[in-house]
């Protein structure tokens, strides 16, 4: 939340006094060669440029050449060239004159057919038309040339290919089924952020604007899409790249890459809605150990505090939260505790009494502090846009800490309330100005995000792990996330896959959703394809609400257990690629899950692959995601792959039906792939990661010959803290060659961590 002009001497395009843009400037800037800033500028003299997304002062450095002819204004960069027409229409070009992107006329709502009553009485019936009524301030629309995939836009239900949907970005909590239809147009996460996949060229739009927004991706009309905001300014970036992972780097360059994180956080975590009592705790761990299951983490839902009051503990049923972790980390395993935003109104509770003598509550129109009730009751919510009150909570998180508590789950961070929406009116009031709560409600789960990674982080020395449900733009800096209130049902598992993927195309790739499903019942065989379906997830989590079916692993029969126990061993099997993915991840932005297309761009056959996925580059997963299904069809990309589960080879670029019974999930290695893993552990505590292998997948398994010679870099740190920054870290190049006597060879090529692997061997697969 800064001033964002630094350094802006670059030159600009400004369209002001048109018909089009009362009382406000167009600004075209090019922040870099690939990234374009499309922006109004009001003329009032109190604005200031800010941005909750961005962290740092935007750096204006791309170099444009302006030229005008006529009433066209062209500027181009090194790589794009826009063209720019007083009717405010832009149209953008690549380096070859092809047409990429190009502005064009709203098409006709087809609601304005009917008359308002008759659209009122469809209302009333229950029925809701597809509108966006609110009232739109700036809209652009843009043709659609018929080879456009649109990806990203957070977490929003549907499918990988949001092409002929519509979207609102309003952070909203609804725990009815999440399906692809006008009530979940919006869902919890407001990541204004999408990418537009053409045949020839790729490009992406941040719209980094944190009031209500719609985005209507060929839905009212097929020939165009369009993106609107409700209020503030028109604030948006086109993003050019060669490729859909030039195009996320970019947009992460800007909003921000998630660091790495603690590697016991890529571990198995166990929650329930709630863990009653310290004893059910206990023997829960105990249960992990005898039924041989991995755990890293253990989450206490909100039943843990006392009355629902942020920063307590209920005496009676966790009378000494730190003796609870204590005895949980003796076993190698971590507490988790939930934290509401809402505060308990109730004088002589320090939270609330020290919020209202230093203000840190949000207010109504009239200066009054604002009350709502959640789950304490009447209850007040914290002003995270305030750099004090972002503080004052993460010292907060002190008592957490001091009691061994090692990570918090931020929920109800839209903020969700039970009496009714907050008004829009609501006031934050910010260090540089005040906000209503229509510009902050976007980003209100992001700031507490962020006032819990600082306040963490001060507390711990840690790499701080988090888990939101609300975010916006630039959360991931902070922040992992879940997808909220799934429900266990068959529809919910399918959707997992491409929310996940969307969320790792939109810059949050540390992601989860409740595994066995949230809300009702899940069945034997649905929580055996959940935990196959996701085994590769960082963000790796049973979970399930109060009166439903438990799902811990051993709830159900020993069929159901051993394919649990499985696929959690698979998981923990993996994690030394998926830290690796991480470290990708934190110096480029690119996801750990990765949608097909990701990878295979060129291939038509991935472009709407809503049921496999990519774990970086090498790994292919194709989960069985219907009640009752035993065989599928795979797509493989071109290559050769390795089925995991047979050892056999499969040349790509062609559906196989592979056959897949209860107890198995179709998994691929990318022929000639070298993969880290680790030996069979309970979990990852530093004593059970010192020990590493090298699989080494040939292509061609003739004889068990092969002349194919490959290399991977691994890395390795101590998986806590901030040294990692001060070069206390491991690089190994990994290579395996047939001339090679045993094949591997492992070489050092950064040698800052001392604890180093205490053997490392080699498994030619
Ligand atoms: O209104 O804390 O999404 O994971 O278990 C329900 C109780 C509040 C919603 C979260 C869910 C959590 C539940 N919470």
């Known amino acids: 939340m800064k001033d964002k002009h630094v350094k802006s001497d670059m030159p600009s395009v400004t369209i002001s006094n048109t018909e089009l843009i009362k009382d406000a400037s167009l600004k075209v800037e090019a922040v870099t060669d690939n990234i374009i800033r499309i922006h109004t500028i009001p003329n009032t003299p109190d604005y200031n440029d800010t941005s909750f997304a961005l962290e740092d002062p935007l750096e204006v450095k791309g170099k444009f050449n302006i030229s005008q002819y006529n009433s066209t204004i062209t500027a181009s960069t090194n790589t794009i060239t826009l063209k720019i027409k007083t009717t405010l229409e832009i149209d953008i070009y690549d380096k070859d004159g092809y047409l ?35 009232n739109i301030k700036y809209k652009v629309t843009k043709r659609i040339f018929g080879d456009e995939a649109f990806y990203g836009l957070g977490d929003k239900t549907g499918f990988l290919n949001k092409r002929g949907y519509e979207y609102i970005m309003w952070n909203s909590d609804n725990p009815e089924p999440h399906v692809e239809n006008a009530t979940f147009r919006a869902l919890y996460k407001s990541i204004p952020f999408f990418i537009v996949h053409r045949s020839k060229g790729t490009y992406g739009i941040f719209l980094d604007n944190t009031y209500k927004s719609h985005f209507d991706l060929g839905f009212s009309d097929a020939g165009s899409y369009s993106f609107s905001v409700t209020d503030g300014e028109l604030n948006y970036y086109f993003i050019y790249g060669e490729s859909i992972k030039e195009v996320i780097k970019s947009y992460t360059s800007l909003t921000g890459r998630s660091p790495l994180p603690q590697l016991w956080t890529l571990g198995y975590h166990q929650s329930r809605w709630s863990y009653m009592s310290a004893k059910e705790v206990l023997e829960l761990v105990d249960n992990f150990e005898n039924y041989d299951i991995p755990c890293d983490a253990i989450h206490l839902d909100i039943d843990y505090m006392d009355k629902f009051k942020v920063f307590t503990n209920d005496k009676e049923r966790f009378p000494s939260l730190k003796e609870l972790s204590d005895s949980l980390n003796n076993h190698g395993i971590k507490l988790v505790t939930i934290i509401d935003p809402g505060v308990k109104a109730e004088d002589g509770y320090n939270i609330y009494d020290e919020g209202i003598k230093y203000n840190h509550f949000a207010r109504s129109k009239d200066g009054t502090v604002y009350h709502n009730v959640v789950w304490p009751g009447d209850a007040v919510f914290p002003n995270f846009t305030s750099s004090n009150t972002r503080e004052w909570w993460g010292n907060n998180i002190k008592y957490l800490t001091d009691n061994n508590i090692s990570g918090i789950w931020n929920d109800m961070n839209e903020p969700a ?17 005040e906000r209503l709560h229509k510009e902050i409600h976007n980003v209100y789960g992001h700031l507490m995000a962020k006032a819990t990674y600082e306040g963490l982080k001060k507390n711990s020395q840690k790499r701080p792990f988090v888990i939101t449900r609300a975010c916006y733009s630039g959360s991931q800096k902070y922040t992992t996330a879940w997808t909220g209130d799934n429900q266990s049902i068959w529809t919910h598992l399918k959707l997992a ?32 394809r959940w935990i196959e379906a996701c085994c590769f997830s960082p963000l790796f989590r049973n979970h399930s609400a109060k009166l439903t079916h438990r799902q811990e692993p051993w709830a159900f029969d020993e069929t159901t257990l051993n394919i649990y126990r499985k696929y959690v061993k698979l998981h923990y099997k993996f994690i030394p690629y998926l830290y690796d993915l991480c470290y990708e991840e934190s110096l480029t932005g690119l996801p750990i899950l990765r949608p097909l297309i990701m990878e295979y761009e060129d291939d038509k056959n991935v472009i709407n692959c809503n049921d496999e996925y990519l774990v970086g580059s090498s790994i292919l997963v194709a989960p069985i995601t219907d009640q009752g299904a035993t065989v599928r069809s795979v797509y493989l990309p071109k290559g050769v792959w390795v089925d995991y589960n047979s050892g056999k080879r499969i040349n790509g670029n062609r559906y196989i039906l592979y056959k897949a019974p209860v107890d198995v999930c179709p998994i691929f290695i990318k022929g000639g792939s070298i993969l880290p893993v680790y030996p069979d552990i309970p979990n990852l505590a530093p004593e059970n990661t010192r020990k590493l292998i090298v699989e080494f997948y040939p292509s061609d398994d003739t004889d068990n010959k092969t002349n194919e010679s490959c290399y991977y870099m691994h890395y390795q740190d101590n998986g806590t803290d901030f040294k990692y920054q001060a070069e206390e ?6 290579s395996f060659s047939s001339n090679r006597p045993n094949g591997l060879k492992a070489e050092l090529t950064q040698n800052g961590y001392k604890n180093k692997y205490t053997n490392i061997s080699a498994v030619i697969k």
């Not at 309330?417 to 540089?432: N, Q, R």
């Not at 790792?504 to 595994?515: C, E, N, Q, R």
């Not at 870290?729 to 990994?734: A, D, I, P, R, S």
């Open 100 to 134: 990429l992107c190009s502005d064009c006329e709203p098409a006709n709502d087809e609601l304005d057919e009917y008359t308002k009553a008759e659209i009122e009485q469809v209302k009333q019936e229950g029925h809701m038309p597809d509108t966006f009524d609110d």
């Open 417 to 433: 309330s039970f009496k009714g929406a907050l008004p829009d009116d609501v006031v934050f009031a910010g260090d540089d100005k």
């Open 497 to 528: 896959i491409p929310q996940l993927l969307n969320l790792g195309l939109s810059g949050m790739p540390f992601a989860g959703v409740d595994i066995g499903g949230f809300g009702s019942n899940t069945t034997p065989e649905l929580l055996s």
């Open 729 to 734: 870290y491991n690089l190994y190049k990994f």
